[in-house]
Nanobody, 115 residues
Framework: QVQLVESGGGLVQPGGSLRLSCAAFGNIFRLYTMGWYRQAPGKQRERVAGITSGGNTTYADSVKGRFTISRDNAKNTVYLQMNSLKPEGTAVYYC?????????WGQGTQVTVSS
């Protein structure tokens, strides 16, 4: 069983940056492909970035070039560096495996991009 705890969200102006963290509690975290997901109001949850156990990354077209996913297996933590944020980036951000495990969803962290 793995517990995931997201943090680092907040209110930021358009063009600003935030760094999200996802702490994983479970001793096989390092073997998982992990992803960052987001759910905007009235929309379905979508994956914005993924990272394999070996560090290979993938990104949704909407965030490519602005977001960077990384991981520190020694700390059981996945990060999402978000730059040049846009108002449409307002959402609750979650981490989970790729593909997701339904019982791994945490509380998420709210990101609001607004002037």
């Amino acid at each position: 069983q793995v517990q995931l705890v997201e943090s680092g969200g907040g209110l930021v102006q358009p063009g600003g940056s935030l760094r999200l963290s996802c702490a994983a509690f479970g001793n096989i975290f390092r073997l998982y492909t992990m992803g960052w997901y987001r759910q905007a109001p009235g929309k379905q949850r979508e994956r914005v970035a993924g990272i394999t156990s070996g560090g290979n990354t993938t990104y949704a077209d909407s965030v490519k070039g602005r977001f960077t996913i990384s991981r520190d297996n020694a700390k059981n933590t996945v990060y999402l560096q978000m730059n040049s944020l846009k108002p449409e980036g307002t959402a609750v951000y979650y981490c989970n495996k790729v593909p997701v495990m339904v019982n791994y969803w945490g509380q998420g962290t709210q990101v609001t991009v607004s002037s």
